[in-house]
């Protein structure tokens, strides 16, 4: 782990970090397993929100201090609400709803995002791991989607987890609810690539040093179609795609890598 800024206090839930135009955030309860309580989710919520309009970001890495990179919601948190009026009813429709919409921030935010995992990611944590458009694991990292296992069925990381592996990797981890190794991560797609323990955070940032020599507003509209298309029809996806391309092709920044591919010299990117 890189030293924490002094400006933070080390009881923080959640650590920001800022080198160039890389933004690391650290999710900060080892204690509770860097669960996501509501807190941490509108901390997080807060954190993407701010950075996907900062054009001076070109990525974002997510890891966690500790010894799991996140057990998931916060059953204890979520547990004590049952005693209210409607059961928790109320509050679990709104800490759903909240997690989503972090989640979709993230799928939505035109700076790419890396999970760096060292350690258990379960459920909504390896949720957050399949909702990263990129993920590297440490050669000891593990994920689970344990609910099954509780009688909570895992149906929100379902949503990110079946949109990164195939159908029945996804129902196979699932149903049976059983420990997935980084190496098996990797096999099925939900991560990039695996490292050495302790070595995720270091190969995150090597990508994020990757990406930031490339155009900002190429790398965003990149991610934005990447998305739309994935929901749609291969006919409208390719009508999608080939209208992005027009509106590529008139970036400043294409007419640039191009003259420059052209002429055997380093791109200088503009930025539109």
């Known amino acids: 782990m890189q030293d924490r800024p002094a400006s933070q206090p080390s009881t923080a839930i959640l650590l920001e ?28 919520q807060a954190a993407i929100d701010r950075l ?31 005693a209210d009026a409607d059961r928790g009813r109320a509050y679990f429709e709104h800490l759903m709803n909240q997690c989503a919409r972090m989640m979709m921030s993230i799928v939505r935010s035109p ?11 379960s459920a909504a944590g390896c949720q957050l791991v399949a909702t990263c458009d990129l993920a590297v694991a440490g050669a000891s990292a593990r994920f689970i989607t344990p609910g099954v296992n509780i009688g909570l069925f895992c149906s929100t990381p379902m949503v990110a987890l079946s949109r990164n592996v195939p159908r029945k990797q996804a129902m196979e981890m699932l149903l049976l609810g059983e420990m997935l190794s980084a190496v098996d991560a990797e096999r099925y797609g939900l991560v990039n690539r695996v490292v050495a323990e302790g070595k995720a955070i270091d190969e995150a940032l090597a990508m994020v040093a990757i990406i930031a020599g490339k155009s900002a507003a190429t790398v965003a509209i990149g991610k934005e179609a990447f998305y739309r298309q994935l929901e749609m029809p291969i006919a409208e996806a390719y009508a999608e795609a080939a209208a992005v391309m027009v509106r590529n092709m008139l970036f400043r920044d294409a007419r640039e890598g191009i003259d420059a591919f052209i002429e055997k010299r380093p791109p200088v990117w503009i930025g539109s």
Not at 17 to 31: C, Y
């Open 52 to 82: 996907s309009g900062d054009p001076s970001v070109a990525a974002v890495v997510i890891d966690a201090n500790g010894p799991a990179f996140s057990s998931g919601h916060d059953l204890k948190q979520m547990t004590a609400r049952r």
């Open 17 to 44: 970090d800022r080198s160039g135009a890389v933004a690391r955030l650290t999710l900060n309860r080892p204690a509770q397993r860097n669960s996501l309580s509501e807190e941490l989710i509108a901390a997080l």
């Open 111 to 121: 700076k790419p995002f890396i999970a760096a995992v060292e350690g258990v990611a």
